[in-house]
C-alpha cells in the first residue's frame, strides 16, 4: 500500500500551476485564437484556450509536415488506396471495405460526443486551410476529406490486433490465413521506490513500422485543462501515447482474446444460406465497387461480400464458411476514450476511461504524479459460455455458442503498486512481467475464464523480454540518465554464457594453449585475425553499441555459426571445432566487409531515412536470427553495404511522473517529409543515433521559449467557430 501523502498536497496536486495558465492565456488571448511553437526539433507546442482552437492548429502542423501521408492515411481508413496506387493495395482496401469502417464512422458519427465532433472538425478545418495556402504542396489524387475520417481511421488503426487474433483462430482450424505483420512494443513502469526523483518513471516505447500509417507524430497540447505531450497517428488531432499533467499511458502488443472465429454450415441447395438453431438464415451481402489504378488506366472490380449474423465471412472449406466475430465491429467511441484518458486526473478516473472498452487488446499501463503504477491487460473480451473453445473456429449452428455479453474492465487481468516496485511488459505474458510474478499475474489465477489471460506458462520467452525483467528487477535508485539508458538498452541477455562457452573452447585448444601438441591443423597456432575477434569478444562488455568493436565481432562470429547463430544460449551439441571455425571466419567477413578487424557495430548498423543520401550509425537492435535481440528493438534490413533501420522504436518517451511531470522524447527520423526540411532527419542524427531523447518542455514556457525556432498564430474562422459550438 503506498503511503498516504498529506492533506494540503494532495489538494496542491489538482490546482492548476498559476504561472503556466496566465502564460497559457496569454499565448491564447480569446476563443478562436492559437499560437503554434516550434522548438529545436520542429515539434509544434500549440497553446490555445479551447480545444477546438488547439485542434485547429495541429491540423495546420500536420498537413504542413506530411500532408500526403495524411491523406493517405484516409483512404487507407475508406479502402480507397489502390485506386491511386495501384493492385498492391488491392487487398487491404478489401478488407477495410468488409469492415465498412467508412459507412459505420459517417452513419454513427452522430454518437461522438460534442465536444470531440467540435474538434474534429476544427482539426480538419486546419488541414483545409493549409491546403488552400498551399497548393503546390496538395497532391493530385487529394481526397475530399470528412470529419467521420478521423473515426473511420482510428477503427482503421486498431483493428489489424483483434483481426490477428481471429486468424489465429483460423490457423489452428486448419485454414492458413494470411500473414500479419509484426507489432510488438516495451513498456516499463518504476515506482518512486527505485528511483531517485521522488515520483515513479514511466517508459513508452512502441515497435512499428517507421513509414507507412504507424508513422507517429509528437506534439504538445495546451487547450484550458487539456495538457498533454506524446504523439498521435497521423490523421487524428490527439495524442494517446503519452502523458497528461496527471497520468502517463503505455501500450504494448497482447491482450486478451477478444475475436473469434465461427464455423457455419451452409445450406448444399443454397451456399448464401446458413444454418441456426435448426433452421436456414439467409446471408447478408454487401456489393462493393473498388477502383484500382493499372498500367493501362483504371479498372474496376466488383465483390460481394458476404455476412451472416457473427461477422463477415473470410473463408470457405468444405461445405463450411468461416466468419470473424470481432466485438469492435459497430463501435465508434475510441477519440472519446482517448480524450477521457487524457483528461484523467487520477487512476480512478484513468479506470473508468478505459471502462469503455474501446481500445484494441493491448498491455496497458498507466503511472500517476500521485504515485500510482497500474497494469491492465486490456480489451473488449465477449463473455463465452462455458465449454466454447474460443481457440479454433466455434460452432456457428447454435445460439448455445453465442456471447454473453462485454467483460467488465474490473474482470480483467490487472495490478495495481506491486510489491516489486517495478513492471515491464515486452510482449511477455503477464507472469513474465516482474520476476516472481503475484498471483494476480499468474495464469492459474483466471483458470475458469482463460481466454482472459489468453497465455500459458509454456508460451515461448524471447530474449528481450527476458532481459527486460533482468535489468528492471536490477534497476534500483533509478535516476534520469538510467531512466534514459533503460529506455535504449541495447544489452545483449546471455552474452556472457557465450563469452564463457568461446573461452573454454580457446582453451582447450592448443591455439589458446601453445604448448599443447597434436590435433588436426598439424600444430599450427590459431590464425592471428581470429585471435583478434576472439580476444575482442572477451573484452566486449556485452552491449551492442554503436562504437563497439566487440559487438560487431560477437556478431560476425555468430553468423557464422549457421544452424546454431539464433541460439540465445550455447547449445549442449556446439562443438569446441565450430566455434573455432566461426571465430576464424568472422575475421574473414569483417577484413572481407570492412577491411578491418575493428570496424564499429554502428558502421555496419545504421539508422537514416529512407531516400536519404546519408545514415547514421546506431546501437541496439532485433538481431533475432543471430540471437542478439536487445531491449533496444530495431529492425534492420539490407541497403547497399550497411544494415539500415526501418522499424522497431517508434515513439520512445520517458516520463518522471513528478508534478507536473517532465518527459524526454524521440521518433527515430524526423518530423517533417521534407526532403529539403532541416527536419527530415535530424532526430536520426542528433538524437536516435546516439541513444538520446529531448526534452518535452511540458508546462515549462519560459524553458520552451529558448528553444522556439517559428511560431504562427491562428484565428479560427468565425463561421467555422460559430459551427462547432
Same mark, same amino acid.
Given at each position: 500500500?503506498k503511503?498516504?501523502?498529506?492533506?494540503?498536497?494532495?489538494f496542491?496536486?489538482?490546482?492548476?500551476?498559476?504561472?503556466?495558465?496566465q502564460?497559457?492565456?496569454?499565448?491564447?488571448?480569446?476563443?478562436?485564437d492559437?499560437?503554434?511553437?516550434r522548438?529545436?526539433?520542429?515539434?509544434?507546442?500549440?497553446?490555445a484556450?479551447?480545444l477546438?482552437?488547439?485542434?485547429?492548429?495541429?491540423?495546420?502542423?500536420?498537413?504542413?509536415?506530411r500532408?500526403e501521408e495524411?491523406?493517405? $492515411?484516409y483512404?487507407?481508413?475508406?479502402?480507397?488506396?489502390?485506386?491511386v496506387?495501384?493492385?498492391?493495395?488491392y487487398?487491404?482496401?478489401?478488407?477495410q471495405?468488409?469492415?465498412?469502417h467508412?459507412e459505420?464512422?459517417?452513419e454513427k458519427?452522430?454518437?461522438?460526443? @460534442?465536444?470531440?465532433?467540435?474538434a474534429?472538425?476544427s482539426y480538419?478545418?486546419?488541414i483545409?486551410?493549409? #491546403?488552400?495556402?498551399?497548393?503546390?504542396?496538395?497532391?493530385? /489524387?487529394?481526397?475530399?476529406?470528412?470529419p467521420?475520417d478521423?473515426?473511420?481511421?482510428?477503427?482503421?488503426?486498431?483493428?489489424?490486433?483483434?483481426?490477428g487474433?481471429?486468424?489465429?483462430?483460423?490457423?489452428?482450424?486448419?485454414?492458413q490465413p494470411?500473414?500479419?505483420? *509484426?507489432?510488438?512494443?516495451?513498456?516499463?513502469?518504476?515506482s518512486?521506490?527505485?528511483?531517485t526523483?521522488?515520483a515513479p518513471?514511466?517508459?513508452?516505447?512502441?515497435?512499428?513500422s517507421? *513509414?507507412?500509417?504507424?508513422?507517429f507524430?509528437?506534439?504538445?497540447?495546451?487547450?484550458?485543462?487539456?495538457?498533454?505531450?506524446?504523439?498521435c497517428?497521423?490523421?487524428?488531432?490527439?495524442p494517446?501515447?503519452?502523458?497528461?499533467?496527471?497520468?502517463?499511458?503505455?501500450?504494448t502488443?497482447g491482450g486478451?482474446?477478444?475475436?473469434?472465429?465461427?464455423?457455419e454450415?451452409? $445450406?448444399?441447395?443454397?451456399?448464401?444460406?446458413?444454418?441456426?438453431?435448426?433452421? /436456414?438464415?439467409? #446471408?447478408?451481402?454487401?456489393?462493393?465497387?473498388?477502383?484500382?489504378?493499372?498500367?493501362?488506366?483504371?479498372?474496376?472490380?466488383?465483390?460481394?461480400?458476404?455476412y451472416?449474423?457473427?461477422?463477415?465471412?473470410?473463408?470457405?472449406?468444405?461445405?463450411?464458411?468461416?466468419?470473424?466475430?470481432v466485438?469492435?465491429?459497430?463501435e465508434?467511441?475510441?477519440?472519446?476514450?482517448?480524450?477521457?484518458?487524457?483528461?484523467?486526473r487520477n487512476?480512478?478516473?484513468?479506470?473508468?476511461?478505459?471502462?469503455?472498452?474501446?481500445?484494441?487488446?493491448?498491455?496497458?499501463?498507466?503511472? +500517476?504524479?500521485?504515485?500510482?503504477?497500474?497494469?491492465?491487460?486490456?480489451?473488449?473480451?465477449?463473455?463465452r459460455?462455458?465449454?466454447?473453445d474460443a481457440?479454433?473456429?466455434?460452432?456457428g $449452428?447454435?445460439?448455445a455458442?453465442? /456471447?454473453?455479453g462485454?467483460?467488465?474492465?474490473?474482470d480483467?487481468?490487472?495490478?495495481?503498486?506491486?510489491?516489486?516496485?517495478?513492471?515491464h511488459?515486452?510482449?511477455?505474458?503477464p507472469?513474465?512481467m516482474?520476476?516472481?510474478?503475484?498471483?494476480?499475474?499468474?495464469?492459474?489465477t483466471?483458470?475458469?475464464?482463460?481466454?482472459?489471460? $489468453?497465455?500459458?506458462? +509454456?508460451?515461448?520467452?524471447?530474449?528481450?523480454g527476458?532481459?527486460? +525483467?533482468?535489468?528492471m528487477?536490477?534497476?534500483?535508485?533509478?535516476?534520469?540518465p538510467?531512466?534514459?539508458?533503460?529506455?535504449f538498452?541495447?544489452?545483449?541477455y546471455?552474452?556472457?554464457?557465450w563469452?564463457?562457452?568461446i573461452k573454454?573452447?580457446?582453451?582447450?585448444?592448443r591455439?589458446?594453449?601453445p604448448?599443447?601438441?597434436?590435433?588436426?591443423?598439424?600444430?599450427?597456432?590459431?590464425?592471428?585475425?581470429a585471435?583478434?575477434v576472439?580476444?575482442?569478444?572477451?573484452q566486449?562488455?556485452?552491449?551492442?553499441?554503436?562504437?563497439?568493436?566487440g559487438?560487431?565481432?560477437?556478431?560476425?562470429?555468430?553468423?557464422?555459426?549457421?544452424?546454431?547463430?539464433?541460439d540465445?544460449?550455447?547449445?549442449a551439441?556446439?562443438?569446441?571445432?565450430?566455434?573455432?571455425?566461426?571465430?576464424?571466419?568472422?575475421?574473414?567477413w569483417?577484413?572481407a566487409n570492412?577491411?578491418?578487424?575493428t570496424?564499429?557495430?554502428?558502421t555496419?548498423?545504421?539508422?537514416?531515412r529512407?531516400?536519404?543520401?546519408?545514415?547514421?550509425?546506431?546501437?541496439?537492435?532485433?538481431?533475432?536470427?543471430?540471437?542478439?535481440a536487445?531491449?533496444?528493438?530495431?529492425s534492420?534490413?539490407?541497403v547497399?553495404?550497411?544494415m539500415v533501420?526501418h522499424?522497431?522504436?517508434t515513439?520512445?518517451?520517458?516520463?518522471?511522473?513528478?508534478?507536473?511531470?517532465?518527459?524526454?522524447?524521440?521518433? @527515430?527520423?524526423?518530423?517533417?517529409?521534407?526532403?529539403?526540411?532541416?527536419?527530415?532527419?535530424d532526430?536520426?542524427?542528433?538524437l536516435?543515433?546516439?541513444?538520446?531523447?529531448?526534452?518535452?518542455?511540458?508546462?515549462d514556457?519560459?524553458?520552451?521559449?529558448?528553444?522556439?525556432?517559428?511560431?504562427?498564430t491562428f484565428k479560427?474562422p468565425?463561421?467555422?467557430?460559430?459551427?462547432?459550438?
Amino acid at each position: 500500500m503506498k503511503r498516504l501523502l498529506p492533506v494540503f498536497l494532495l489538494f496542491a496536486l489538482l490546482l492548476p500551476s498559476a504561472g503556466f495558465y496566465q502564460a497559457q492565456q496569454k499565448a491564447a488571448k480569446v476563443n478562436g485564437d492559437s499560437t503554434l511553437y516550434r522548438d529545436d526539433f520542429g515539434i509544434p507546442h500549440v497553446f490555445a484556450v479551447r480545444l477546438e482552437d488547439a485542434a485547429y492548429a495541429i491540423g495546420y502542423a500536420q498537413a504542413e509536415d506530411r500532408l500526403e501521408e495524411l491523406l493517405k $492515411n484516409y483512404r487507407r481508413a475508406n479502402g480507397t488506396m489502390s485506386e491511386v496506387f495501384g493492385d498492391k493495395h488491392y487487398r487491404d482496401d478489401l478488407i477495410q471495405r468488409m469492415w465498412r469502417h467508412a459507412e459505420i464512422s459517417r452513419e454513427k458519427y452522430h454518437q461522438v460526443s @460534442p465536444r470531440m465532433r467540435a474538434a474534429i472538425e476544427s482539426y480538419q478545418q486546419g488541414i483545409k486551410r493549409f #491546403m488552400r495556402e498551399h497548393p503546390e504542396q496538395v497532391p493530385a /489524387w487529394a481526397q475530399e476529406i470528412y470529419p467521420w475520417d478521423v473515426v473511420a481511421l482510428s477503427r482503421y488503426i486498431i483493428f489489424g490486433w483483434p483481426l490477428g487474433e481471429a486468424a489465429g483462430d483460423l490457423q489452428r482450424g486448419g485454414i492458413q490465413p494470411d500473414p500479419a505483420a *509484426y507489432r510488438g512494443s516495451n513498456q516499463m513502469l518504476i515506482s518512486a521506490s527505485r528511483t531517485t526523483l521522488g515520483a515513479p518513471v514511466a517508459i513508452i516505447d512502441p515497435h512499428l513500422s517507421w *513509414y507507412d500509417e504507424f508513422r507517429f507524430y509528437q506534439v504538445r497540447i495546451y487547450a484550458g485543462d487539456f495538457n498533454v505531450a506524446g504523439v498521435c497517428i497521423l490523421g487524428v488531432p490527439f495524442p494517446s501515447l503519452g502523458h497528461s499533467r496527471y497520468c502517463s499511458v503505455a501500450m504494448t502488443t497482447g491482450g486478451p482474446d477478444t475475436s473469434d472465429v465461427y464455423e457455419e454450415e451452409l $445450406n448444399p441447395e443454397n451456399p448464401r444460406q446458413y444454418k441456426y438453431d435448426g433452421n /436456414w438464415r439467409d #446471408m447478408v451481402v454487401h456489393k462493393q465497387k473498388i477502383g484500382v489504378k493499372t498500367d493501362k488506366g483504371f479498372d474496376v472490380k466488383e465483390v460481394e461480400i458476404e455476412y451472416t449474423h457473427h461477422g463477415p465471412v473470410v473463408a470457405h472449406k468444405n461445405g463450411k464458411a468461416y466468419a470473424f466475430a470481432v466485438p469492435y465491429a459497430e463501435e465508434i467511441g475510441l477519440t472519446d476514450q482517448v480524450y477521457e484518458m487524457m483528461m484523467a486526473r487520477n487512476l480512478e478516473e484513468m479506470k473508468k476511461a478505459l471502462s469503455r472498452l474501446q481500445l484494441m487488446q493491448q498491455n496497458v499501463m498507466v503511472a +500517476t504524479v500521485q504515485g500510482d503504477i497500474y497494469y491492465v491487460r486490456n480489451g473488449r473480451v465477449p463473455i463465452r459460455p462455458k465449454g466454447v473453445d474460443a481457440n479454433k473456429p466455434i460452432p456457428g $449452428n447454435t445460439s448455445a455458442t453465442e /456471447w454473453q455479453g462485454i467483460h467488465p474492465l474490473s474482470d480483467l487481468v490487472q495490478i495495481t503498486n506491486p510489491a516489486a516496485g517495478y513492471m515491464h511488459n515486452c510482449n511477455v505474458s503477464p507472469f513474465a512481467m516482474i520476476k516472481d510474478a503475484p498471483k494476480e499475474l499468474l495464469p492459474e489465477t483466471y483458470a475458469e475464464r482463460p481466454y482472459l489471460y $489468453n497465455a500459458s506458462r +509454456t508460451a515461448p520467452r524471447h530474449q528481450r523480454g527476458e532481459m527486460a +525483467t533482468q535489468m528492471m528487477d536490477e534497476a534500483t535508485k533509478v535516476d534520469l540518465p538510467k531512466a534514459i539508458d533503460l529506455a535504449f538498452y541495447p544489452g545483449v541477455y546471455h552474452a556472457e554464457r557465450w563469452q564463457t562457452r568461446i573461452k573454454q573452447a580457446w582453451e582447450a585448444s592448443r591455439f589458446g594453449n601453445p604448448e599443447r601438441m597434436g590435433g588436426a591443423s598439424g600444430g599450427a597456432y590459431f590464425p592471428k585475425d581470429a585471435a583478434e575477434v576472439y580476444t575482442q569478444i572477451q573484452q566486449w562488455n556485452r552491449r551492442s553499441e554503436a562504437d563497439s568493436v566487440g559487438a560487431l565481432a560477437f556478431y560476425a562470429f555468430k553468423k557464422n555459426l549457421n544452424d546454431l547463430a539464433k541460439d540465445v544460449d550455447p547449445p549442449a551439441n556446439l562443438k569446441d571445432e565450430q566455434i573455432l571455425d566461426a571465430l576464424t571466419k568472422a575475421a574473414e567477413w569483417l577484413k572481407a566487409n570492412f577491411n578491418s578487424l575493428t570496424a564499429t557495430y554502428g558502421t555496419y548498423f545504421r539508422v537514416g531515412r529512407r531516400g536519404a543520401e546519408r545514415t547514421f550509425p546506431v546501437g541496439g537492435g532485433s538481431l533475432n536470427s543471430v540471437g542478439m535481440a536487445t531491449p533496444r528493438a530495431i529492425s534492420f534490413a539490407q541497403v547497399g553495404k550497411e544494415m539500415v533501420g526501418h522499424g522497431g522504436q517508434t515513439a520512445t518517451q520517458v516520463i518522471v511522473m513528478t508534478n507536473p511531470p517532465k518527459s524526454y522524447a524521440i521518433i @527515430p527520423l524526423g518530423q517533417s517529409d521534407h526532403k529539403a526540411s532541416k527536419h527530415f532527419d535530424d532526430q536520426a542524427e542528433k538524437l536516435f543515433s546516439k541513444s538520446k531523447a529531448a526534452p518535452s518542455y511540458f508546462m515549462d514556457k519560459a524553458e520552451l521559449m529558448k528553444h522556439v525556432t517559428a511560431t504562427k498564430t491562428f484565428k479560427r474562422p468565425a463561421m467555422a467557430a460559430a459551427g462547432l459550438k
